[in-house]
C-alpha cells in the first residue's frame, strides 16, 4: 500500500477551499488539519471537508500536528513567515502565488527549506500541465522553424499594477516555461494615460478593495518586454480591459515558419498556425492542437476546480514523492521567485526609464525605495 502524508492547510479562505479539494481527495494524503488566523473560517472547512483538527493558530497547529505537507493560502504578507515555520517544523511546502512580497523574502524561503531538508512548490498550477512538454517537443522538432519571439497577454479586469501580482505572477511563470531564464528587463507602464509616477504608488487593495492584499502596485497598464538567455524574446502585456475573459489569456510562440497559440488559465486551449505571416485578409488556418490522454483528465467537460485539483496533484505529488535521483519540483520556489523577479524588473525598469539586467541586485521592494 502507498505511503500516506499528513497534510495540514493554513489559510481556509476562498482559495483555501479550492485546496481544500485537492487535499480532501488525494489519495496519498491524510488531511489532518485546518488552519486560520479566524478560528471560524478553519473550524468551517473542516466541517466541510471531514477535517478532525481546526486550529486559529498556525504554529500551534505545525507543533500539535507535526504535518509531512503544508499548504500555505493566505494573503501574500503571510507566505515568508509561515513558509520559514513550516520548514523549521519539517513539513514540505506548497505555497500560494505570489512567492512573496520582496525577492528578500523569496531568497530566504528557498533557503530555509533548503536548510531544512524539505521541497518548496508554489501554486502556478499551468507547470503541471502536459501540454507544456509536447509543445516544447514541437519547437525543438521544428514545428514552427526558428522560435524567437513570445506575444503574451493577460485576461484583464483590474488594473496592471494589481494584475501583475495577481494573474501576472501565473502568466510570467508560463512564459518562463518557453523562454527560459530571463538576461534583462524593459518596461512601461501608464496611469490614465501617462507616465506612471512615483505618486502613483498605491496599495492593492487602496486600488481595489475586493482584491487580495499584495502590497505596493503601480500602473493602469503595462508593456514589458524580457530578452531570455535562450534569445528568445518576449512582450508581455497588461492592457485593463474593463472585463476579464479567460479566452484571451496566454500567449503565441512564434517562429519563423509559424506559430503556436496557448489560451485558458487553467486547462489549455492549443492552436497550431503554419505560415510565416498571419494575413488578416486570407482569413486565419488553425489547426486545434489535442492531447487527447490530458483532455481526458483536464478537459474542457471538466469545471475548473476539478482542474486544478489534477494541476495541484501532481505538484503535490512531486513534493512527497520525488524521483530518484530527485528532480526539483513541479513549479519550485526557484521559479515562483523568478517570476516575482519579473515583476519587480518590471517596475525598476520603469522607475530607470532603462533596462534593468538579472538577476536583480537590489532584492528589495522597488516601489518602496521608489517612493
Known sequence: MPKRFRAALIGCGSKGKDHANTLARHERIEFVA????????????????????????????????????????????????????????????????????????????????????????????????????????????????????????????????????????????????????????????TTERREAASGDIRLSQEVNPRDRDAGLVLGERAFCSYRFRSGVHAEVHFRMQPRTDDREYGMDLIGSAGRIALRRSVSTAAFLFRGTHQILEEGVNW????????????????????????????????????????????????????????????????RRRARVPFPLGDRGHPLEAWR
Open 287 to 350: 489547426q486545434p492542437l489535442r492531447m487527447p490522454e490530458e483532455d481526458a483528465v483536464t478537459g474542457t467537460g471538466l469545471t475548473t476546480l476539478e482542474v486544478n485539483r489534477v494541476l495541484q496533484s501532481r505538484i503535490i505529488d512531486s513534493l512527497v514523492q520525488p524521483e530518484n535521483p530527485p528532480s526539483p519540483p513541479i513549479s519550485s520556489g526557484e521559479e515562483g521567485r523568478a517570476s516575482l523577479e519579473m515583476i519587480h524588473g518590471a517596475w525598476e525598469s520603469h
Open 34 to 189: 485546518c488552519g486560520d488566523v479566524r478560528p471560524e473560517a478553519a473550524e468551517a472547512a473542516a466541517r466541510e471537508f471531514g477535517v478532525p483538527h481546526a486550529y486559529g493558530d498556525p504554529r500551534a497547529l505545525l507543533r500539535a500536528e507535526k504535518p509531512d505537507l503544508v499548504v500555505i493560502s493566505t494573503q501574500v504578507r503571510q507566505h515568508h513567515e509561515l513558509t520559514l515555520a513550516a520548514a523549521e517544523a519539517g513539513a514540505h511546502v506548497f505555497c500560494e502565488k505570489p512567492m512573496a512580497l520582496t525577492l528578500v523574502q523569496a531568497d530566504e524561503m528557498i533557503e530555509a527549506c533548503r536548510r531544512a531538508g524539505v521541497r518548496l512548490a508554489i501554486n502556478h498550477q499551468k507547470r503541471a500541465s502536459a501540454y507544456n512538454g509536447h509543445v516544447r517537443r514541437m519547437i525543438e522538432a521544428g514545428e514552427i522553424g526558428d522560435f524567437y519571439l513570445i506575444s503574451a497577454v493577460s485576461k484583464g479586469g483590474r488594473k496592471a499594477g494589481n494584475e501583475l501580482m495577481e494573474m501576472g505572477t501565473h502568466l510570467f511563470d508560463y512564459v518562463r516555461v518557453f523562454g527560459g531564464d530571463v538576461e534583462w528587463a524593459h518596461a512601461h507602464l
